[in-house]
């Protein structure tokens, strides 16, 4: 009998254990298998060169980020040149909307002093320009916005792309606030992958039919971190969206990238490319 009571506690461990292993397993399969998240360079590598300029880009490749990220603008004489906002004033030593001026006039604005005099011979570039100097060798997240409320920029963009070869090489995504300016790009070429960005304040305006709406032209959304946590990333990847946070905080941004990316965020906006890469390698 003894002998017997013995004989069935070790069969009870020898089971309990190959379980625990089998789950142990599982578990580091599961984490394996999930998706990297992909490093965009928010305006290029802003936190080492001034923004949007040749040197934040040419630090982003150099780093190895996946993604360069950029936003549009169009000059007086219809030139698509990057520069995030509309006017001149924060980063560049000249005044006024940068649809007011042609490409000849905004090439002689030093666009890099207001960031480190190191840099007074930066200038304003076009996406042609970044394109012919760093072809398939990167990817591009490009940002299009309305020019004065119209629909402008969508024809060129789309035009310069398919003449670079991006689309078909998959080198590119197209993202915008303007639902209008994605569903336009849309409508010129479906297979470029569209992100439509967010400002929503809570996160119970990411309807059902919100993200139907969505689908029907985009593959994924963007949204600010503050409002990202793994139920609305879940959300998302249940109705085959992905998601892409931005940091409109940049004071925590540190802190949000970790938490985002290990609540499986497909993509950040990342101004430390390489704060970044540190956590994508820990996040297996
Ligand atoms: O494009 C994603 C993110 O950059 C949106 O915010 O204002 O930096 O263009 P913003
Ligand atoms: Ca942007």
Request: contains cysteine.
């Amino acid at each position: 009998m003894k002998k017997l009571i013995i004989f069935l506690i070790i069969c009870l461990f020898s089971i309990s254990s190959v379980g625990c292993s089998y789950s142990v397993y599982a578990k580091k399969e599961k984490k394996e298998k999930k998706v990297k998240t992909e490093i965009i360079a928010h305006r290029g590598a802003d936190d080492r060169a001034p923004e949007e300029t040749m040197s934040a880009f040419k630090l982003a490749v150099k780093d190895k980020a996946d993604f360069l990220e950029m936003d549009l603008r169009e000059t007086k004489d219809k030139k698509l040149v990057l520069m995030h906002d509309p006017t001149l004033n924060r980063t560049t030593n000249g005044k006024g909307d940068v649809s007011r001026f042609t490409l000849k006039q905004l090439k002689k604005l030093d666009a890099g002093s207001w960031f480190n005099r190191k840099y007074k011979n930066e200038r304003i570039i076009t996406l042609e320009e970044l394109i012919n100097r760093y072809g398939s060798n990167t990817k591009y997240f490009i940002e299009t916005r309305r020019v004065n409320n119209k629909l402008k920029m969508e024809e060129p963009l789309v035009k310069l792309l398919n003449k670079k070869g991006l689309i078909k090489k998959k080198k590119v995504v197209i993202q915008s606030y303007s639902a209008m300016s994605l569903q336009k790009i849309h409508k010129l070429n479906k297979s470029v992958p569209l992100v439509q960005l967010t400002l929503f304040k809570s996160k119970k305006e990411f309807t059902d039919k919100k993200l139907k709406e969505w689908k029907k032209y985009a593959m994924g959304i963007g949204v600010d971190s503050k409002l990202v946590d793994k139920k609305l990333i879940d959300k998302m990847h249940k109705n085959n969206l992905k998601l892409y946070v931005f940091f409109l905080n940049d004071k925590k941004e540190k802190s949000e990238q970790k938490r985002v990316i290990n609540a499986g965020a497909d993509g950040v906006f990342t101004n430390y490319i390489t704060y970044t890469k540190s956590l994508t390698k820990s996040s297996k």
